[in-house]
């Protein structure tokens, strides 16, 4: 079965950097498109980047410039580069391909 493992998070002070991994299991990862999504309290949850199959990556709005998503295909596995984290970054910060989820895992921004 799919399995989809989110790890990396953590407290981190503003302008801080944190990178989160994704171990994917259960299905052809290579040719899969991949996302990380995130949601605050209160709040709906959200694109934060996505990286197809083939390489290919859009980032939402509020992160281009700061947070990278790449891929290791023969590690089965995705990540995000998160740079000058800001306050408004705290989240769970989920891991997706198609209709799978993760656990997600906290990231905490804050002095």
């Known amino acids: 079965q799919v399995q989809l493992v989110e790890s990396g998070g953590g407290l981190v002070q503003p302008g801080g950097s944190l990178r989160l991994s994704c171990a994917a299991s259960g299905f052809i990862f290579s040719i899969n498109d991949m996302g990380w999504y995130r949601q605050a309290p209160g709040k709906r949850r959200e694109l934060v980047a996505l990286?197809?199959?083939?390489?290919?990556?859009a980032y939402g709005d509020s992160v281009k410039g700061r947070f990278t998503i790449s891929r290791d295909n023969a590690e089965n596995t995705v990540y995000l580069q998160m740079n000058s984290l800001k306050p408004e970054d705290t989240a769970v910060y989920y891991c997706n391909t198609r209709v799978f989820w993760g656990q997600g895992t906290q990231v905490t921004v804050s002095s």
């Open positions: 990286i197809t199959g083939g390489g290919n990556t």
